[in-house]
């Protein structure tokens, strides 16, 4: 078979609009090829909705595209430009080991990038080898597609490739590379870099093409910038919500970390919380608990301010007044996240309607959790299937009091115990990708080449709602431990 006959049955269809935009928004590069790929996970189901065949993935001409071996027909491989700020301090920053095949349309007419992640040095790799070893890779594929069964906004994996080559971190660890798909990379890093380092054309430029792209509504606005401003403000607020409905913490929620379409992106620390506590930090660099699970809300308003920053000179000719429309939105976004939070709060609780005393019962039961140590994920579990003698809270005289209240609040609305039931059983997932449970499949695949405990443990996440049997082993708690759970930048 032809290459352009293996391209076509594995049906990419390329565009590559972010490649006609200014020279200055990326370098062109292509991806450095590999030793003997084999693919580890493909994810079969995003692939027939990106109109791609599984089969023809697998095979030479697919492979050799996910390996980065071989450019596709139609792609215009690049490298993203942009800056951050990191742990609060800015610096330049761009794709140092990502490179953007191309934007597939597909069959729905959709528009999503291919990225692949550790295919070799670009122009911003410094003094990286632009290269990814083979668990965070695992660990990306893991969390982003356990977020999508969630039903938050993420990137999403399509594939994971181990090769014969190795990366040396602190050991020498198998080469892989992962195959990332978004609505898009533009991130607020993006908006930034341009800001700092471009012309008021190019800002406008990016903006225009953000706003193309992401929020066509948005054209119609008497004030288009604004209206961009407004509409990422919304996102984020919905978006950092229902982290904080299911115990997520990114970890490292650096300024270009966050996209502006609303997409969870770059899972480098991560985790879920287990045991209740706002100050809950996984990254191994964050001492001072920056990106703690309770300051994420705070964060992502700081996030957005730098944001809103860059694109003053688009608000208004006025520099005082684009500040004070920029000031006028961003202090908007705290409402607006905890609106969202309230409302994901009511639904795992199984409350329809409203009532003004709903945070103080909500708040009580954090609290209560927080003071007994008690499981985040299992905690809600236990009140949805009325087991609380299951959670470290049973037997609290605190406990049974709010036990009380939270039932009288469930008997004053005319909906049913059933309907109830169903809104708690929709809200809290009977797993999430628990810490101890990822590090033992990681464990599995990097050491001992072992990947149906990967399998196995995909399919789990996959119905996070669905309160299978199957799901029970996957729900208990990690020994306990000295030493807290930590995971790494960079890897």
């Known amino acids: 078979m032809t290459k352009e006959n293996a391209e076509s049955a594995v049906g990419w269809n390329f565009d590559n609009s972010y490649a006609r935009l200014p020279d200055m928004f990326y370098s ?11 693919i580890i996970i493909l994810n079969e189901s995003l692939a027939e909705s990106l109109g791609l065949d599984s089969e023809s993935l697998k095979k030479n001409g697919g492979l050799a595209a996910l390996a980065g071996n071989e ?35 597909t069959p729905s007419g959709e528009r ?29 594929y893991i969390m982003s597609e356990a977020m999508n069964a969630l039903g938050i906004s993420t990137t999403r994996s399509l594939a994971v490739v181990k090769t014969n080559n190795a ?35 190019d800002l406008q430029v990016l903006a225009d093409y953000t706003l193309n792209r992401h929020f066509t509504e948005a054209l119609q606005a008497d004030n288009r910038y604004l209206s ?20 997520f913490i990114h970890g490292v929620m650096n300024t270009d970390n966050m996209a502006l ?26 001492a001072q608990g920056r990106y703690a699970y309770g300051n994420q809300p705070l964060i992502g308003e700081w996030n957005l301010a730098r944001f809103a920053e860059t694109i003053l000179p688009l608000l ?85 009091r709010w036990m009380e209240k939270w039932e009288a609040r469930r ?49 789990i996440l996959s119905n996070p709602y669905e309160h299978t049997t199957e799901q029970e082993e996957y729900t208990t708690l990690p020994p306990a431990s000295t030493r807290p759970y930590r995971t790494y930048c960079g890897t």
């Open 167 to 201: 990366v040396i971190r602190e050991e020498r660890l198998p080469l892989a590379i992962l195959t990332r798909v978004a609505t898009s990379h533009i991130r607020v890093g993006t908006f930034q870099y341009v800001s700092h380092w471009g012309k008021q054309e």
């Open 411 to 459: 008997e004053r609305q005319s909906e049913t115990r059933q309907a109830s039931l169903q809104m708690m059983k929709h809200n809290n997932p009977a797993v999430i990708p628990r810490n101890h449970r990822v590090e033992e499949v990681l464990t599995a695949a990097v050491e001992r080449d072992d990947f149906t405990p990967l399998t196995k443990f995909l399919a």
């Open 112 to 140: 999503v990038d291919i990225q692949l992640k550790g295919p070799g040095r670009t122009p911003y790799s410094r003094s990286g080898d632009g290269r990814a070893a083979l668990g965070p890779m695992l660990r990306e």
């Open 316 to 400: 208004h000719s006025d520099q005082s007044k684009a500040v004070e429309m920029a000031q006028d939105a961003i202090s908007r976004f705290a409402d607006r996240f905890h609106d969202q939070w309230l409302t994901g709060m009511r639904a795992k609780l199984g409350l329809f309607n409203e009532e003004v005393d709903d945070e103080k019962l909500i708040a009580e039961l954090l609290d209560l959790m927080l003071n007994n140590k008690a499981d985040y994920t299992n905690t809600f579990r236990s009140l949805t299937f009325d087991k609380s003698g299951a959670t470290t809270l049973f037997g609290a005289p605190a406990f049974l």
């Open 261 to 286: 379409n609303g997409e969870t992106i770059d899972y480098g620390p991560c985790a879920f919380m287990d045991v209740y506590d706002p100050a809950t930090v996984f990254s191994s660099i964050d």
């Open 28 to 38: 062109k590069v292509d991806p450095t090829p590999v030793d003997s790929p084999r």
């Open 228 to 247: 961009l401003l407004n509409e990422v403000i919304d996102r984020q607020a919905t978006l950092i919500a229902n982290w904080q409905l299911v115990g």
């Open 71 to 105: 450019v596709p027909t139609g792609a215009s491989p690049l490298a993203q430009a942009y800056a951050g700020h990191q742990f609060g301090h800015f610096t330049m920053l761009g794709d140092g080991r990502a490179i953007l095949l191309g934007e597939q349309i």
